[in-house]
């Protein structure tokens, strides 16, 4: 694991990165970005999901609410991992990162079965409200983890 861990370090992308101030930087707010467009869609989609505006139909939100977290998670995972590529040992190590990891794993395939199970529309389902609680958790707890990781001693 250390030689594909090294191996990840050494690429040409992740050395201009650690070299680039301000690539650095961009590449931060980029993961910064689409945590917030995640977590700014799936909260009011999960809280309609337990319940919450009864009058606004579950399909509308998730509608657009859905894609809008999906392209989230998707720009803070490949920014995530380009960040991830510049000190790829040291955040290997790291307890927090380990946790962050399984909650957005537990995150992401929890909302792929409840879409698998219930239709982009989110139809109604006790299940989801269990489903909301488990998004909201691991999207909580994995921002927190992300938070930790820069305070953490490896």
């Known amino acids: 694991m250390e030689g594909a861990l090294a191996a990840i370090e050494g690429t040409a992308l992740a050395q201009t990165l650690r070299n680039a101030r301000w690539g650095?930087?961009?590449v931060n707010a980029a993961h910064i970005f689409g945590i917030a467009l995640l977590f700014g869609a799936i909260t009011p989609?999960?809280?309609r999901l337990l319940g919450v505006w009864k009058d606004i139909p579950r399909a509308s939100l998730a509608r657009v609410l859905a894609p809008m977290a999906g392209a989230g998670l998707a720009l803070a995972v490949a920014a995530g991992l380009l960040?991830?590529?510049?000190?790829?040992?040291?955040?290997?190590d790291i307890?927090?990162?380990?946790?962050?990891?399984?909650?957005v794993a537990i995150g992401t395939c929890s909302a792929l079965l409840a879409h698998a199970r219930?239709?982009?529309?989110?139809?109604?389902?006790?299940?989801?409200?269990?489903?909301?609680?488990?998004?909201?958790?691991?999207?909580?707890?994995?921002?927190?983890?992300?938070?930790?990781?820069?305070?953490?001693?490896?």
């Open 24 to 26: 650095y930087a961009a």
């Open 45 to 47: 989609l999960n809280l």
């Open 83 to 92: 960040l991830f590529s510049i000190r790829a040992r040291e955040y290997a």
């Open 95 to 103: 307890r927090f990162f380990q946790i962050k990891l399984a909650l």
């Open 118 to 154: 219930h239709g982009a529309a989110l139809e109604k389902d006790k299940s989801l409200r269990v489903h909301a609680v488990v998004s909201f958790l691991c999207w909580t707890g994995a921002i927190v983890c992300g938070r930790f990781i820069a305070f953490a001693d490896s």
